[in-house]
Structures are given as C-alpha cells and as structure tokens.
C-alpha cells in the first residue's frame, strides 16, 4: 500500500483548478483562431489598393508652419 501512495501524490501536482482551465482553452482557442486568420490570407489573394493622387502631398490645404508672422 506504501508504494501505491507516492504515485497519487505525484498526480495532485498536474491537477488545474476552473479558472486555469478556462484560461488555457482561452489561449489555446485565440492561438487557433490565429492560425486559421494567417491561413485564410495566405489562401486568397490580395487585392491591390487603388493609388491615392494626392499622396505626394500637391495641393495640400494645412497652413504652414513657417508662413506664420
């Protein structure tokens, strides 16, 4: 009976309490969701953004800082 005891000591140290199992299917569900998220954008295509005209800044309406008296 003596060597049966050591044996189920060492199974109460891997017991989780709720809140631990809760946090771990927390992490392991966001950990999936994140795979499947970087799996589906890497499955479609990209669509190209259309180019912006006035990304050069040419007919920008802020005042100046330097204009300033």
């Known amino acids: 009976m003596n060597r049966r005891t050591p044996k189920l000591v060492r199974r109460e140290i891997f017991v989780l ?23 589906c ?3 479609y295509p990209r669509l190209l953004p259309m180019p912006d005209i006035n990304i050069r800044g040419h007919g920008s309406s802020k005042p100046s800082l330097t204009s300033r008296h």
């Open 41 to 43: 954008r890497d499955s």
């Open 17 to 39: 309490t709720p809140e631990e199992k809760k946090t771990i299917c927390f992490v392991l569900i966001a950990f999936v969701l994140g795979l499947a998220t970087k799996y």
